[in-house]
């Protein structure tokens, strides 16, 4: 680039390309009467006017200098244009450049700022035509140090630059994400950190702007995920961190898990499958720290087929995977065999199961540590069946076992083996029922022959005596004692209809205290006389009834408590089964009710309590309040009167919480008919009522001494009515809507009055004023309390002429 300081003016005075002038011809080639040429004056003028004027000058190489020269010297604001079109804008100095400068070039780029020895140095700004700008430090011509780079499509690069294309820092999009590293040519580096809007992080590998490479993205939710990725997602081996300290390890592909993956629970657990788009897909193997492990297959996602688990000592669980663990029906296997089926939940079996052996043995019921343990039944290969209780894998409390001979015993065994009381039935019909002890017949006991012969008791030998039990052919049987040949005392009674009683008897019949159970479930608890209840008792009866008081003649009877499966109950007195008397019945919905019954519905007086806190008192026939009564509510309201269905109905007396009083009729809970209603600000009304509401005839006297005879609707004056005032006024006529409105008669307490039409509360159409002695005081049409259009009266009745001037009638 051409310095500035060879800047020479463009000779003029006809000087050769060196600036040299051409010599003076010799003296003698002269005439004797030229004069000398002196020239010194001309350029002394000529230098003076190049330093003081502005020049345009076209230098040799075709650039062109426009400004000041001094001593051949650029000086002051000057530009400088080149041949390939770039110009200078600046300030010379002693032909140096100083201060701010801009250089514009042909493809319209434009550089503003400091040079110092013909380089921008110090803060500047180029703008491009592309819409790119750089503003910021420059060193040696080129941008270096702090800067900010701007593209047109909002972009922004901020930080220190080594030159136009390279530096590090900060570049935000208008989108809000935002990058954190280096540039280099003009484009961002392979690696850096990136934020979104929202929330998301990256730190790693870049291309494009985008996650590429290895890095780190964190995620709102506190998740990490390590790896690699490809154009923003994640792509090819990486590790996910979750905030519950949870990892997943895969290979991902478009963000999405690929292939095979392991995950790791904070607990320990670590499982191995298999991924397909994101969804786990084919076997997965979880292994807990404790050594167990569980097998699940997967199709899209979802579990396929049953699970299974393998604990380290060869124990195998296999079921349906729900909600994250084995639930439901599954099948524990174990190492010598052994098969466990029943509902489980995880590897905890809930409720019964049933439990296989490996030599044909099978236990159905409830297990316990993964042995038999309470109700149950066990199988064995030769048709010998137990069922019963068991404890700690071994028959243990009341149970039934038969015999693959046909063998029969039901009773109490221990450790396996039978012991207290049992009852044996032999292959031939043969059966015996007594006390054993260490599987032999011990104590008291009972044999039953083929021919439907049955005997309990004490047995000497083989011989029964005393304490006993019988059975019939017919199928009764008794167990207890036995006197001439019959039940008495204590004893236990089976009936052909599967109902059996436990009690006393008394020669053959229940007596006493004793208990009598159906099949369906029914059972009565207590005293008996002559085989029927009598006295004390409880009884479930059908439909789950509950029954606890007093017999008589196999009757409810007397004082007691009868109970309904629908929450129902009543407590009080009976008479031939039903509730008759005193008593309290309590309902589901929270009603109340103390009183007089009668077939089992209230009859009589009683007091009726709701759940929203109301409390009737009266009169009630046939289970409705009917009559005379009260009525209590909770926000302190009182009812006294009548009722027809749990409804004020006929004559009563009202007072509500805020001191009203109400007297007088009510038609279904509200007044209706005549009555009188006083309200706490002194009002009173009596007249007629409908649907709680003033309507028809009334009278209505207000504190202030003012009232209304006449008619209402809607508790509003309605129709024909009389209004006094205190002061002596008075209205009558007609009304609507508590306004006078129709013919009417208003007289002011000096004795004049209007005779005429109203409306909304004012004369309005014919009408006259009298004064107090009667005689005509003006007469025409009114509007609105105006006299708008007078009539004159011909006669000698009335002294005065009518007047149109506006006077107020009222």
């Known amino acids: 680039m051409l310095s500035p300081k060879q800047v020479k003016p463009i000779p003029a005075d006809g000087a050769d390309a060196q600036g040299r002038h051409p010599e003076p011809e010799p003296a003698e080639t002269q005439t004797a009467s030229t004069p000398a040429i002196d020239l010194r004056g001309y350029q002394l003028q000529l230098n003076e006017l190049i330093q003081h004027e502005r020049l345009r000058v076209h230098l040799q190489d075709g650039s062109i200098f426009e400004g000041k020269l001094f001593d051949g010297l650029p000086q002051g604001d000057a530009s400088w244009t080149q041949p390939d079109g770039i110009r200078i804008e600046g300030r010379w100095q002693a032909g140096e450049l100083i201060g701010e400068v801009r250089v514009s070039y042909p493809d319209g780029c434009i550089f503003q700022g400091q040079v110092l020895d013909g380089y921008a140095q110090g803060s500047g700004k180029t703008k491009r035509p592309n819409g790119m700008v750089y503003e910021g430090q420059y060193q040696e011509g080129r941008p270096k140090g702090l800067g900010r780079l701007t593209w047109p499509d909002g972009r922004a690069f901020e930080g220190r630059f080594e030159d136009e294309a390279n530096g590090f820092g900060r570049l935000a999009w208008p989108d809000g994400r935002v990058f954190q590293g280096r540039l280099r040519d003009g484009e961002l580096a392979d690696e850096g950190e990136l934020t979104w809007p929202d929330g998301r992080s990256y730190r790693g590998a870049l291309w494009m702007a985008e996650p590429n490479g290895q890095g780190e993205m964190r995620s709102p939710d506190g998740s990490v995920h390590l790896g690699a990725f490809k154009a923003g997602q994640a792509n090819g081996p990486g590790e996910r961190q979750y905030a519950d300290g949870s990892r997943f390890v895969a290979h991902w592909r478009s963000g999405l898990a690929e292939g095979e993956a392991t995950s790791f629970a904070p607990d320990g657990i670590r499982t191995v499958g298999h991924w397909r788009r994101g969804k786990r897909d084919g076997d997965a193997l979880s292994h807990w720290p404790d050594g167990r492990q569980m097998l699940v297959t997967w199709r899209d996602d979802v579990a396929q087929g049953l699970a299974t688990m393998t604990w380290p000592c060869g124990k195998q669980l296999t079921g349906p995977w729900v909600d994250g663990r084995i639930r439901g029906m599954a099948c524990l296997r174990f190492p010598d065999g052994r098969e466990l089926q029943g509902q489980f939940e995880g590897d905890l079996l809930r409720g019964p199961g049933k439990l296989s052996w490996p030599d044909g043995r099978v236990y159905t019921g409830q297990i316990s540590k993964e042995r038999p343990q309470g109700q149950g039944s066990m199988h064995w290969p030769d048709q010998t069946e137990y069922v019963g209780q068991f404890d700690d894998g071994v028959p243990q409390g009341d149970g039934r076992l038969r015999s693959a001979s046909g063998n029969l015993f039901i009773g109490r065994f221990e450790r396996g083996e039978p012991a207290g009381f049992g009852t044996l039935t032999l292959a031939d019909g043969t059966s015996y029922a007594g006390d054993w002890f260490q599987a032999a017949i011990r104590g008291r006991g009972s044999m039953v022959w083929p021919d439907g012969r049955r005997y309990q008791g004490p047995f000497e030998g083989h011989t029964p005596k005393g304490e006993g039990s019988l059975h019939w052919p017919d199928g009764r049987s008794y ?182 009083l109400y007297e007088g009729s009510f038609e279904h809970g509200k007044p209706q008919g005549h009555g009188c209603l006083r309200s706490p600000d002194g009002r009173v009304y009596r007249g007629l009522f409908h649907q709680g509401h003033a309507e028809g005839q009334g009278d209505l006297q207000l504190s202030d001494g003012r009232r209304y005879v006449g008619g209402f609707v809607a508790k509003h004056f309605h129709g024909h009515g009389s209004y006094y005032w205190p002061d002596g006024k008075s209205y009558h006529g007609q009304w609507e809507q508590d306004k006078r409105c129709g013919r009417g008669v208003y007289t002011l307490s000096d004795g004049s009055r209007y005779v005429g039409f109203f409306e909304a509360d004012q004369p309005h159409g014919l009408g006259m004023l009298y004064d107090a002695k009667g005689q005509v005081k003006q007469a025409g049409r009114w509007v609105n309390n105006r006299l708008v259009e007078p009539i004159k009266l011909q006669t000698k009745d009335y002294p005065f002429e009518a007047r149109n001037d506006g006077a107020d009638a009222v």
């Open 479 to 660: 167990e207890g004692y036995i006197e001439q040949g019959r039940p008495h005392k204590q004893g236990v009674m089976r009936l052909p209809d599967g109902r059996s009683y436990v009690g006393e008897f008394e020669h053959g019949r229940f007596h006493g205290e004793g208990i009598l159970s159906w099949p369906d479930g029914r059972m009565y608890c207590g005293s008996w006389q002559r085989g029927r209840r009598h006295g004390q008792g409880l009884a479930i009866l059908e439909s789950g009834l509950r029954y606890e008081g007093d017999w008589y003649r196999h009757r409810m009877h007397g004082q007691g408590h009868l109970r309904w499966p629908d929450g129902r109950s009543y407590l009080g007195q009976f008479e031939h089964g039903d509730p008759q008397g005193l008593g309290q019945m309590d309902l589901p919905d929270g009603r109340h009710f103390e009183g007089h019954f009668s077939a089992g519905v209230p009859q009589g007086q009683g007091i009726l309590r709701l759940a929203d806190g109301r409390i009737f008192q009266g009169h009630w026939l046939e289970g409705e309040l009917i009559g005379e009564g009260s009525l209590k509510s909770i926000d302190g309201s009182i009812y006294k009167g009548f009722f027809l269905g749990h409804e004020p109905h006929g004559q009563g007396r009202l007072k509500t919480a805020d001191g009203s």
